[in-house]
C-alpha cells in the first residue's frame, strides 16, 4: 500500500491546531475541520468578526500556516509556525516576504518598462541625498 501523503507534506491534527490556536489567540472554542475545502488538516474558527484559519503551508516549508482576516476588510495576516514546537518561523516568514518583494518588483518593471522605472529610481533617489 502506498504512503499516504498530506496537504503541506505532513499530517496537521487537530490536537495541533488547536494547540496553535490556544497558544496564538488565547482560545480554540469553534476550531473545527474546515468545510470550504476538502483537504485534510485545514481548520478555522471564527472570533467574533476575525476568521482564523490553521493549515499546512502548501509551499512545503513544512510549517503550519495560521491565516486571520477581518470579516470586513482585505488584508489577512499570515504566521508560520514550527510543525513540532508551534514556535513562529521567522526564517520562513522572512523568505516569503524576500520572494512576495521581488515577484512585487519583477511585475513593477515589466508593466512599465525599464526606462520609467529608472527615471523613478533615480528621483527617489535624489531626494534621499
Avoid at 11 to 36: H, I, N, S
Avoid at 100 to 116: C, T, Y
Wanted: hydrophobic content about 35%.
Amino acid at each position: 500500500m502506498p504512503k499516504k501523503i498530506y496537504p503541506g507534506g505532513f499530517r496537521l491534527t487537530l490536537a495541533t491546531a488547536r494547540k496553535l490556536a490556544v497558544q496564538e489567540f488565547g482560545t480554540a472554542k469553534g476550531l473545527e475541520p474546515d468545510r470550504g475545502t476538502c483537504l485534510e488538516g485545514f481548520f478555522r474558527m471564527e472570533l467574533e468578526n476575525l476568521v482564523v484559519s490553521i493549515r499546512p503551508d502548501m509551499r512545503m516549508s513544512g510549517c503550519i500556516e495560521a491565516h486571520v482576516a477581518l470579516c470586513t476588510a482585505s488584508h489577512t495576516c499570515i504566521g508560520y509556525f514550527n510543525r513540532e514546537t508551534l514556535e513562529p518561523d521567522y526564517d520562513v516568514m522572512e523568505k516569503y516576504e524576500r520572494q512576495e518583494k521581488r515577484e512585487a518588483l519583477e511585475q513593477w518593471v515589466s508593466g512599465g518598462g525599464p526606462e520609467p522605472c529608472h527615471k523613478l529610481i533615480d528621483e527617489v533617489w535624489e531626494k534621499g541625498r
